[in-house]
């Protein structure tokens, strides 16, 4: 199949653009989804997670407290590399398992928040980065979804930079305008660039 990793920083618009690819015909894995799956109650993820950080980070339910564990972490360095160093094993091990379901004439997209940050450029066949100045993605963050200014400050900071993604990007895709014009330019790349992509590697493998 063709393997297209797409990132992008918080609140850039990266869950429309993989909402809009699966729209035109891939086979869409979300990482947070996958994440979120791997920290379910009765899990070995989530068994992990509060022996590392406490009983604290649990709802009374037993689900995870999401944002209690997101107030440990974030702007801590060293906290949140001992919250990957368990989530993101375990997230690349599902996120295997469906890949390896998907018919080889498929095109896969992996939408990775933390693509460039954990390493995984190299992983793919395309790279497309969902981008939009930080003052943009604060606003977002701020107005759409409730957000404290030091706590949207905070979860940019604790991503890799613009240049960082763009260095790793085939395609970086500049989300500025509205979400019709995203929608547009993710259909045009799908018909152009990666339609024609995946027909070249399949005829290379039946060469």
Not at 115 to 133: H, M, R, S
Request: with cysteine; proline share 4%.
């Amino acid at each position: 199949m063709l393997k297209v990793g797409l990132t992008g920083g918080i609140a850039a618009g990266k869950s429309l653009a993989a909402q809009t690819l699966a729209d035109c015909g891939a086979v869409l894995i979300d990482a947070d989804a996958l994440a979120r799956e791997v920290v379910a109650p009765g899990t070995e993820g989530l068994a992990a997670v509060v022996g590392a950080f406490g009983p604290e980070i649990l709802a009374g339910d037993g689900t995870l407290d999401r944002a209690a564990l997101a107030a440990v972490v974030f702007g801590d360095d060293e906290r949140r590399a001992v919250l990957n160093g368990i989530v993101h094993p375990l997230v690349r091990a599902r996120a295997a398992e469906l890949a390896s379901q998907v018919p080889r004439d498929g095109i896969l997209v992996q939408d990775v928040p933390l693509l460039v940050e954990t390493g995984q450029a190299g992983n793919y066949d395309f790279v497309l980065v969902v981008e939009a100045p930080e003052e943009l993605r604060m606003e977002r963050m701020i107005r759409d979804r409730g957000m404290d200014p030091a706590d949207a400050q905070a979860r940019i900071a604790a991503q890799a930079t613009a240049a960082q993604r763009a260095a790793a990007a085939d395609v970086v895709l500049n989300n500025t305008g509205t979400p019709d014009q995203l929608v547009a330019a993710v259909k045009e790349l799908w018909e152009k660039q990666l339609v024609p992509l995946n027909e070249q590697r399949l005829r290379a493998d039946r060469a």
